[in-house]
């Protein structure tokens, strides 16, 4: 069975502060993937990133990036000179195929201050 | 491509009632997931559809709940009998292989 971790329920920062988000997984499959996914207030779930198993590559895109370690099963994502817009709750999210459904985890809700 | 269409957004319903959800998947992609996602936590899954056929279910999918894919395209959730517990956001996802899309959700508030 496969298990996602966010151990931050919630983080609070002020605006242009750098903050990360930690995700662990658990699962005995050697193929998987690993998910973000956005969910602001209006509750649609928003794609940000996704990664395969055997790409250790991190990932850069905007103020956002990512850091995919397999030695610590983390995959855990950083948002950069945060604003207020990216106040909402952040998923972590794992499937064995890319096409079997995914396993979240409980997520963390980052608010942004002005 | 105009994303994944759920309907109703909002239903409020009282205790006993049935139920029914429907959501439009991305005409192309294959797979249809169903989810529900209570306060404070992420979403659950609860079963899904490869075209028409269903190819898994949850233990989270008591006897009251029931999906279907009829046609292989749009899919519906009927929960019979509704009780308090069933209030939570059932979130709609399809997917091709290449990322799963989801659409806005429908609120269920059972009174």
């Known amino acids: 069975a496969q298990k996602v971790t966010q151990a931050q329920t919630e983080i609070s920062v002020v605006e242009k502060e750098d903050v990360t988000l930690d995700c662990v997984y658990e699962?005995?499959?050697?193929?998987?993937?690993l998910f973000w996914y956005k969910q602001p207030p209006s509750g649609e779930l928003v794609f940000l990133i996704r990664?395969?198993?055997?790409?250790?590559q991190n990932e850069i895109s905007g103020r956002y990036s990512w850091n995919f370690q397999k030695s610590t099963s983390s995959f855990n994502f950083t948002i950069t000179a945060s604003q207020v817009v990216d106040s909402a709750v952040y998923f972590c999210a794992l499937s064995i195929s890319g096409n079997t459904p995914l396993v979240f985890g409980k997520g963390t809700r980052l608010s942004v201050i002005a | 491509d105009t994303g994944v269409s759920q309907d109703p957004r909002h239903k409020i319903t009282k205790r006993g009632q049935n139920v029914t959800f429907r959501c439009d998947p991305i005409?192309?992609?294959?797979?249809l997931y169903w989810y529900r996602q209570t306060l404070g936590q992420g979403p659950e899954f609860l079963t899904y559809?490869?075209?028409?056929?269903?190819?898994?279910k949850s233990r989270l999918l008591s006897d009251r709940f029931s999906a279907e894919r009829p046609k292989g395209s749009f899919s519906t959730l009927e929960i019979q009998r509704t009780e308090q517990g069933d209030s939570a956001m059932y979130l709609c996802?399809?997917?091709?292989?290449?990322?799963?899309?989801f659409g806005s959700g429908t609120r269920l508030t059972v009174v």
């Open positions: 699962t005995r499959d050697t193929t998987y993937y």
């Open positions: 559809f490869q075209n028409e056929a269903q190819l898994e």
């Open positions: 996802a399809s997917s091709t292989g290449k990322g799963y899309t």
């Open positions: 990664r395969n198993s055997f790409d250790e």
């Open positions: 005409s192309e992609h294959n797979r």
